[in-house]
Nanobody
Framework: QVQLVESGGGLVQAGGSLRLSCAAS????????MGWYRQAPGKQREFIAS???????NYADSAKGRFTISRDNAKNAVYLQMNSLKPEDTAVYYC?????????????WGQGTLVTVSS
């Protein structure tokens, strides 16, 4: 069974940093696009950043200049380095991946990791 598992969330003061990690496991042939999304209380899930297998990145305006997405293809992992955090970054952060599996492709979400930024 394939799954994505996030880690690295927690409580941090405004201006601080956190690094989120997400690892895919299971019978995976390859992973195409990987990304991070977040959902704040009472709001819809929103896109934060994505990265293709060859390393091309895309960021939401809210993340540009503060967040950096990276990946390790050998580990089937994606990371989100978050700097200069603001209280409005408080949300549950979700990892997303487009998996190439035996016989089919599948989009998968992680369970989420909570990031709380105090003022």
């Amino acid at each position: 069974q394939v799954q994505l598992v996030e880690s690295g969330g927690g409580l941090v003061q405004a201006g601080g940093s956190l690094r989120l990690s997400c690892a895919a496991s299971g019978s995976i042939i390859a992973i195409n696009r990987m990304g991070w999304y977040r959902q704040a209380p009472g709001k819809q899930r929103e896109f934060i950043a994505s990265i293709t297998r060859d390393g091309s990145t895309n960021y939401a305006d809210s993340a540009k200049g503060r967040f950096t997405i990276s990946r390790d293809n050998a580990k089937n992992a994606v990371y989100l380095q978050m700097n200069s955090l603001k209280p409005e970054d408080t949300a549950v952060y979700y990892c997303n991946a487009e998996l190439v599996l035996p016989f089919r492709n599948r989009e998968l979400w992680g369970q989420g990791t909570l990031v709380t930024v105090s003022s």
